[in-house]
């Protein structure tokens, strides 16, 4: 974990020397604000569906977005490993390297803008909790947590079996192909 969290600290410093760093931040906050607006608007208009308010829906989208923004910004070294690592010959210098192989991959791509998706998700969050009335105490923050966290494997799981060349998906459209 140690190197890990090294890997990420190195590629968040040379994200700061890009100048452009806070308007990718702003765009990607902006994003994760106005993506739900269609849903409050067709809300405001046709009212709740039963029990199903704007809120609790907006709860779900945002428990996704914070999940997928925490998996996105520390296994995006996943997402690129066929390309960035595995074509370019940097996978052998990772295999020689005396770490975690898991952690100098997870950790080979961090992008300062990830951040804002998981900071928005839980303002998101925060507001639709409020706006149903919901309290904050130790269960609901543990049911909450727990929640993120099943996201955050669920969408990190994803990142990794799509990681290789022989992932997950090449081996269904293989075996479809091979199928029809």
């Given at each position: 974990m140690?190197v890990y969290?090294q890997?990420?600290?190195?590629?968040?410093?040379?994200g700061?020397?890009?100048?452009?760093?806070?308007?990718?931040v702003?765009?990607?906050?902006?994003?994760?604000v106005?993506?739900?607006?269609?849903?409050?608007?067709?809300f405001?208009?046709f009212g709740?569906i039963?029990?199903?308010?704007?809120?609790?829906?907006?709860?779900?989208?945002?428990?996704?977005?914070?999940s997928?923004?925490?998996?996105?910004t520390f296994?995006?070294?996943?997402?690129?490993?066929?390309?960035?690592?595995v074509?370019?010959?940097d996978?052998?210098?990772?295999?020689?390297?005396?770490?975690s192989?898991?952690?100098?991959?997870?950790?080979?791509?961090?992008?300062?803008h990830?951040?804002?998706?998981?900071?928005?998700?839980l303002?998101?969050?925060?507001?639709?909790?409020?706006?149903?009335?919901?309290k904050?105490?130790?269960l609901?923050?543990?049911?909450?947590l727990?929640?993120?966290a099943?996201?955050?494997l669920?969408?990190?799981?994803?990142f990794?079996?799509?990681?290789?060349?022989?992932?997950i998906?090449p081996?269904?459209?293989?075996?479809?192909?091979?199928?029809?």
């Amino acid at each position: 974990m140690k190197v890990y969290f090294q890997l990420i600290k190195m590629n968040f410093m040379s994200g700061l020397q890009y100048k452009g760093w806070p308007f990718m931040v702003i765009q990607v906050l902006v994003v994760v604000v106005t993506d739900p607006l269609g849903l409050l608007l067709m809300f405001s208009r046709f009212g709740s569906i039963g029990e199903w308010t704007a809120e609790r829906i907006l709860l779900i989208y945002a428990m996704a977005v914070t999940s997928f923004g925490l998996a996105e910004t520390f296994f995006r070294g996943f997402d690129y490993f066929p390309w960035r690592m595995v074509r370019s010959g940097d996978f052998d210098r990772v295999l020689l390297r005396p770490c975690s192989t898991i952690a100098a991959v997870a950790g080979s791509y961090f992008h300062i803008h990830r951040i804002s998706r998981v900071f928005g998700g839980l303002c998101i969050i925060l507001w639709c909790l409020s706006r149903n009335g919901v309290k904050l105490n130790f269960l609901n923050v543990i049911t909450i947590l727990w929640g993120l966290a099943g996201g955050f494997l669920a969408y990190a799981g994803v990142f990794v079996l799509t990681s290789g060349r022989f992932g997950i998906l090449p081996f269904f459209t293989h075996n479809l192909a091979c199928w029809s």
